[in-house]
């Protein structure tokens, strides 16, 4: 809808590195990691709805599904290790939802999401749309998170955890552990890991 000078309404955000990023349309060429990593690491899983001194932001939600997909898949190139760490990427601009939200918005915010995903793996150099194959297992990861999260953070019993996100083999989560950390700790730690990722590709 057009505001009363006939103008369409703003579709952009101004990032903090000063891109302007169409949210309708995103160019990759507007898409920067350390703008990634900032919002990230201030986004705040499950609404904030977590026990401890900080909120567990997806950035460190990120991280920790990379390394578990990295468990899943011992021998996974860098590019779907990255894939893994960016699956998230396009709530540095729209949020993260829990699940029932998304599901009364409908699917709208479906593809806002998935334009905005396509972008990022494109500036990134990966394929816009990733293989089924490796979405599923990041999926996978997404899901063991989400049960660690929700079993340590965000009040589930074991029992409702198992129900909404299915029970993970104790392998897949052994020694790996829910820090809580400051935003700019996050922030960090997420540009680091990205960096690690971009070193190994080459």
């Given at each position: ?7 369409p ?7 903090i590195?000063?891109?302007?990023l ?8 507007d ?6 990593a ?6 705040a ?17 990120s991280?920790?599904?990379?390394a ?16 893994a ?14 699940s029932p ?10 593809a806002?999401?998935q334009?905005?995903a396509?972008?990022v ?6 394929p ?19 049960w ?13 955890a198992?129900?909404?996100f ?6 897949m ?21 990205y ?8």
């Amino acid at each position: 809808m057009a505001d009363r000078s006939g103008a369409p309404p703003r579709a952009w955000q101004r990032m903090i590195s000063g891109r302007r990023l169409d949210l309708l349309d995103p160019s990759p060429l507007d898409i920067e990691i350390g703008d990634i990593a900032h919002g990230l690491a201030r986004v705040a899983r499950w609404n904030g709805q977590t026990s401890g001194d900080h909120a567990f932001s997806v950035a460190q939600h990120s991280l920790l599904v990379e390394a578990i997909y990295a468990r899943l898949n011992a021998k996974a190139c860098a590019e779907w290790r990255l894939a893994a760490l960016l699956h998230d990427a396009p709530e540095y601009v729209i949020g993260d939802m829990i699940s029932p939200v998304k599901a009364a918005v409908g699917p709208g915010y479906e593809a806002l999401d998935q334009r905005l995903a396509a972008a990022v793996h494109i500036r990134f150099g990966l394929p816009a749309v990733l293989p089924a194959t490796v979405k599923r297992q990041i999926k996978k990861a997404d899901k063991i998170s989400a049960w660690m999260e929700a079993t340590q953070l965000a009040g589930f019993t074991e029992a409702e955890a198992n129900k909404f996100f299915g029970k993970p083999a104790p392998d897949m989560i052994g020694d790996l552990k829910l820090l809580l950390r400051p935003p700019r700790e996050t922030r960090a730690a997420y540009t680091a890991r990205y960096d690690e990722l971009l070193a190994e590709i080459g």
